[in-house]
């Protein structure tokens, strides 16, 4: 378990070091296969997209399904919550385009793209144009505008996307590791990962490996908001305490009530300021660090509000594709509004759980699944509310928030 | 073992499977199949999976398929 | 013996096309999911289903026993090409067209595993213009039109197919009318 010195030593030193460098003299290292996937492997890499995937896993899988493998840099963010993905994009863009040769490399991929927003287009094609130019990019990257969408960083509607498809989640019968684009066994990885993975080949695996846990190594990049005096993306190492990234983030604004963690498919945690930021701490919780957002809910602000108000969002966001989740999700939407709103019934909390047990795991994707354990963590966060709301009454309103 | 995978962006709700193989699927609120044991791919034992055949073969959306998994 | 195949020409072909009434009747209830008359929705669809293949052989009977019959002046031609006929060509064309949907709908329907739903769905949507088809080919080429009986029979078949779809577009026709349509949103503004 790392101490709270050294996690907090680690803020800040490593993905977001020197931002807008240029690339260092010499060349992302060549590694091969075989190489590159023990290297991650004894690095503990996860993703960092939300999954927390291991990489070399995924790698492995990719490399063992044969064929020319396609690469994809993920840098969707579809979250609103989110904006590492974008900073990292903005000021350190080739360390993400690196990790992404180094990929393609020992792949021995025949394509490489970059999935990211409409507006950050622009300066990414013109990092790969000089980059090219310098003999940096063996293969030449394709750069695929991202829509605006919460899950058009769905791994299959990222592959949908590059192949010139609207970004929709596809059904998974066979794994896009074997199969993706065009058929081809396709590496979807988020740009984080892909940074870390740069700095693994140049640094090392026990490098990488002394910040964090070693449950859970490595740093991660955090984007702390809500009610926080300087809201922003900072990097931590896993095992952060809570406290420590909200003081990171110019501190709370005013008393905390909760934290969302993870995002909007995340879970609510008490704002304990020990409560450190890793798998195995918030797991009785029922969250995880996800993508790294951290939301810092006020007192005074009713949290099964805020709940219902996300899971409404989340019931805009469906693709559209499946029925279970395009007739359920704005079903428990409604009737957590009905929860928030004080028209409730007795038999609403068993409603809430019927229909969040009726969602899951029926769709192409895990939208409903990610949603409902966002509402099951706030009916368990907000338990008293929950009673205060079936009572008529809103602990917030009164003021015992 | 041998699963049932349903290919949701394909299912209509129409139901078919639900009458052919009713000890595996149940109908959901809108008539979508649900699976009794709650997975994601329900497990189909051997003696179900003649009409689990049927089911897959029948399907208006060709959007039932047997997997090993 | 002209005379014997003249016969079974215009009877197949009448019955032929309530034939397929029942088959457009079935094949909307089929799509409704509902159970019929106490039979599950499995043999709703065989029926659907059955009753095509039966079509398919009786319409072949009637196409076949004109090709051979010298007085209705049918050539292998005929068969594929529309409007080339000797005989009333517009009428007879009308035949050809039905004659072929047909043919497509049901190849497309018993390899439907092979060419995939979308494609399957888009075929099978051209049964709603075959059934007209047929309709008016049966009344202008039929040497029978005129006579009390076709028209009763052609009668009975277009209120079958206008009840039917008239059912179809009704808002009681869904099983579960609260159900949402799945519609893939791609609708999707780009940042």
Redesign the interface.
Known sequence: MTSIAEASAHLGHRLLAEPGRLPSADRPPVLDQARLIEMLRAAGLTGRGGAGFPTWRKLAAVAGAGGRPVVIANGAEGEPGSGKDRALLTYQPQLVLDGLQIVVGALGAGAAHVYLPAAAGGAIRAVLTSRRQAGLDPIAVNVHAAPDTFIAGEESAVVAAIAGRPALPADKRVRITESGVDGAPTLVQNAETLAHIALIARHGPAWFRTAGTSDEPGTFLATVGGAVAAPGVLEAGYGVPLGDLIDAAGGATTDLQAVLIGGYHGGWIPPRPDLPISRAALAPYGASPGAGIVLALPVGVCGLTETARIAGYLAGQVAGQCGPCINGLPRLADTLADLAHRRGRPGLPGEVERLSALVSGRGACRHPDGTVRLIRSGMRAFQADVAAHLAGRCLAKEGYR | MNRLHIDWTACDGRGLCAELVPELLAEDDWGYPVARDGAAEPAVPDHLERSVRLAVDRCPALALRLVRR | MTSALWYFGRGSGLVTLVLLTIVVALGIG??S?RTAFGL???VV?RLHRNAALLAVVLVLGHVLSLLFDPYAQLRLIDLVLPFVGQYRPWWQGLGTLAFDLVLAIVATSLL??RI??RV?RIVHWLAYLCWPIALLHGLGNGTDNGTWWLWTIAMACLATVVVAVGWRWSPSFA??P???A?????L????
């Open positions: 089929a799509r999911g599950p929705r499995f669809n439907r595993h995939g739903a399957w099983r579960f609260q159900r949402a799945r519609r893939p949103n791609v999707q503004e780009v940042r």
